[in-house]
């Protein structure tokens, strides 16, 4: 079963995460954290779903910044429930862009729940 704890993340990439959390809890935004570490096998698991077994698409990548240990995910919280309406997700990432992530709200096929550290190319 996929990680939701930081501490599985990189040192990097967990400064990054408690900086986010940080700004997230003074901006009065609850979320939780759905996944950081997720194994070779979690992945291809999920990327088989629509292609190979039943579901939908939920990745296009066979190796991705979760076995990285380089990316996290999230899910809003309002009143108590998970929140999934993609407007929810615009202030969380900006305040992950403010922190210096890359927030896949950005990418042509949006990962609004995905945070990732930033990289040189």
């Given at each position: 079963?996929?990680s939701?704890?930081?501490?599985?993340?990189?040192?990097?990439?967990?400064v990054?995460?408690?900086?986010?959390?940080?700004?997230m809890d003074?901006?009065?935004l609850?979320?939780?954290?759905?996944c950081?570490?997720?194994?070779?096998e979690?992945q291809?698991?999920?990327?088989?779903?629509?292609?190979?077994t039943?579901?939908?698409?939920?990745?296009?990548l066979k190796?991705g910044?979760?076995?990285?240990?380089?990316a996290?995910?999230?899910?809003?919280?309002?009143?108590?429930?998970l929140d999934w309406r993609?407007?929810?997700y615009a202030p969380?990432g900006?305040?992950?862009?403010?922190v210096?992530?890359?927030?896949?709200?950005?990418w042509?096929?949006?990962d609004?729940?995905?945070?990732?550290?930033?990289?040189?190319v």
């Open positions: 079963m996929a939701k704890n930081p501490k599985d993340l990189v040192p990097e990439m967990q990054l995460y408690a900086k986010f959390k940080e700004e003074k901006a009065g609850d979320f939780v954290l759905t950081t570490f997720r194994s070779e979690e291809l698991t999920l990327w088989n779903q629509g292609r190979n039943v579901g939908k698409i939920v990745t296009w190796h910044k979760h076995q990285e240990r380089k996290f995910d999230i899910a809003i919280i309002t009143d108590g429930k993609d407007f929810m969380a900006k305040i992950g862009e403010s210096g992530l890359v927030w896949g709200g950005i042509k096929v949006r609004l729940a995905h945070f990732q550290l930033k990289e040189a």
